[in-house]
């Protein structure tokens, strides 16, 4: 409470917690014996100064695009939990393209390391040779820059998309379409990952493709797609959805043309499994690793260097597609402890 600011005496202790100054006068006094607190000589209530050894705290930023998510949330909570681990300080820093200063300004800060979600653009030269001095304490998460020379985190493989197809058509569909809103080329990856599905099973499948700008709601345009879509006849009754949020637009649009979701049309993703759970109806999705796991390593990367990637591997992700996590929207009843599956995307 008083990080930045005095603190006061036992008087006016006592007034702002409601009780007597004798008793705030024995709690100060208590902290003062403990080392809590220290009096100056001029009787103003201090913390004590720390050690060396307890000064050396490690600083973080989390360099994020200037919209809310439930993804980006997940990604800060997650570096929160494990910097616990190593002494460290996190600092959240927005943007709104590559040429915002909070960009440059970051990538000339003191810290020990930076995470950045990329936007969807290209990095400009400028900012890329910037970055690319700083390479040994650059993370990016949920995009893969590995082919830059930087170590990546994600917990979700585009490739996976095909896993949603095949689940789609197990139900006795020949046809799964994709539906994509988002810009960006993770996003973009899932919908070739859907495509190698199509074609691996040898069904058809049409990709309704239009993106959004960034900081766009994409949701809206999902509705909008497919409501036009559906109505038609030109959409199919099996859509896969690169983001739950294109899966919120669709299913609004379904419900306005009088279809039972989950019944007159399967649909499911593959992300945020502890957002999807809770839908209405819950959503078909893959129950993804818990991304801490994989932030982890990258703390250990910072810390220690190359030497702790698997065989050199910039990118930190899992080796294997998790199980599915069946839900309402491909017709099944949901059957997912909430329970468990929040304590799962805990720190242990």
């Known amino acids: 409470m008083y990080l930045d600011q005095p603190i006061p005496g036992e008087r006016a202790l006592a007034a ?3 009780v007597s100054y004798m008793t705030a006068r024995k709690a100060v006094q208590q902290l003062v014996e403990q080392n809590v ?4 000589k001029n ?3 201090e913390a004590p100064q720390l050690t060396d050894a307890k000064q050396d705290v490690h600083t973080y930023v989390l ?8 993804g980006y949330q997940n990604i800060r909570m997650s570096i929160e939990r494990v910097m616990s681990h190593f002494n460290g300080v996190l600092k959240v820093s927005s943007y709104r393209h590559w040429h915002d200063p909070a960009l440059m300004s970051a990538f000339d800060g003191d810290w020990n390391g930076i995470f950045i979600i990329p936007p969807n653009a290209g990095i400009p030269k400028l900012l890329l040779d910037r970055m690319l001095a700083n390479r040994d304490r650059i993370v990016s998460v949920y995009s893969d820059l590995t082919e830059l020379g930087f170590v990546s985190v994600d917990n979700s493989l585009e490739s996976w998309a095909s896993v949603m197809v095949e689940h789609l058509a197990s139900l006795g569909h020949d046809r799964v379409d994709c539906l994509n809103t988002q810009p960006g080329k993770d996003v973009l990856n899932r919908v070739e990952g859907w495509k190698a599905g199509v074609d691996m099973l040898g069904i058809q499948g049409r990709c309704f493709n239009d993106q959004v700008e960034n900081f766009d709601f994409n949701w809206v345009r999902a509705y909008e797609i497919a409501l036009k879509e559906l109505k038609s006849g030109k959409m199919a009754n099996a859509v896969f959805c690169t983001t ?7 299913a609004r649009a379904a419900y306005e ?4 979701l989950g019944k007159d049309v399967h649909y499911c993703t593959m992300d945020v499994p502890y957002e999807s759970i809770y839908e209405i109806p819950s959503v078909t999705t893959l ?9 982890h390593k990258s703390f250990e990367w910072l810390e220690y260097g190359d030497g702790v990637l698997v065989d050199g591997k910039l990118l930190i992700a899992p080796d294997q597609a998790p199980d599915l996590l069946l839900g309402e929207s491909t017709g099944f009843a949901s059957k997912a402890n909430r329970t468990k599956l929040n304590e799962t995307y805990k720190d242990s």
């Open 16 to 18: 702002e917690t409601g």
């Open 37 to 40: 607190l220290t009096r100056a």
């Open 43 to 45: 009787g103003r209530l």
């Open 63 to 70: 360099l994020t695009p200037a919209f809310e998510s439930f």
């Open 244 to 250: 739950l949020a294109t899966c919120k637009g669709l």
């Open 257 to 260: 043309l009088g279809m039972e």
């Open 287 to 295: 129950n993804l690793y818990p991304l801490h796991h994989y932030v």
